[in-house]
């Protein structure tokens, strides 16, 4: 319904918008406490995946599946949400049967 207004729209007029969404994660992504790993490293991961794969999405779900690994793997069973266990199953299904 909505797919010919998009179209309407030239790529180069997205080009601002997305460097200034580029801007606003760098800002993020320079705060991180390198010193926790635990918690660094799956956001680092989520980063680079989102410019590796051109997706927001498959970075997110790198993000995600990874967080949860390292934190199991770090023995923090307990700081992991019940939420976070159904999306890194879900994701991993996902990726598993693609």
Do not use: H, W
């Amino acid at each position: 319904m909505l797919a010919p207004v998009f179209t309407a729209i030239p790529g180069f007029a997205t080009a601002p918008a997305l460097i200034f969404v580029g801007y606003i994660i760098m800002q993020s992504f320079a705060k991180l406490d390198f010193k926790n790993m635990p918690e660094a490293l799956p956001s680092a991961l989520c980063a680079v995946m989102i410019a590796l794969t051109y997706s927001i999405a498959d970075g997110m779900a790198t993000g995600i599946i990874s967080y949860v690994i390292i934190n199991l793997l770090c023995g923090r069973v307990k700081k992991i949400s019940v939420l976070m266990y159904i999306l890194a199953i879900l994701f991993l299904l996902k990726y598993m049967f693609l």
